[in-house]
């Protein structure tokens, strides 16, 4: 059973940094390209970043390029992405996702195969 788990999230104030984990198991890791996703209340799922299976390439949406970064640990089976100068627009959970494709935006639910549960991020004034 393919499981991957978020962790990291919480309570944070505006300008602050958090290193958001998602760890999988079940699944052969890097043979999967991996993917940051965040929905707010209120709003859609919102596309962040994308890193291949080698980590030779990643990809970012407008809104967050230079203020995250995404990385892998194919030997951890792991995930991170590491958001900094954290702003109250910021606050949603935080998903990973897996997928077969490298897409640097949201290529439709279909191409996700694998979605974790969440980590909430929380960033007050």
């Known amino acids: 059973q393919v499981q991957l788990v978020e962790s990291g999230g919480g309570l944070v104030q505006t300008g602050d940094s958090l290193r958001l984990s998602c760890t999988a198991t079940?699944?052969?890791?890097?043979?999967?390209?991996m993917n940051w996703f965040r929905q707010a209340p209120g709003k859609e799922r919102e596309f962040l970043a994308a890193?291949?299976?080698?980590?030779?390439?990643?990809g970012y949406a407008s809104s967050v390029r230079g203020r995250f970064t995404i990385s892998r640990d194919n030997g951890k089976n792991t995930v991170y992405l590491q958001v900094s100068s954290l702003k109250s627009e910021d606050t949603a959970v935080y998903y990973c996702a897996a997928s077969l494709g490298y897409y640097d935006y949201y290529a439709g639910n279909s191409y996700y195969l694998y979605w974790g549960r969440g980590t909430q991020v929380t960033v007050s004034a």
């Open positions: 890193i291949n299976r080698g980590d030779s390439v990643r």
């Open positions: 079940g699944l052969t890791f890097s043979s999967y390209v």
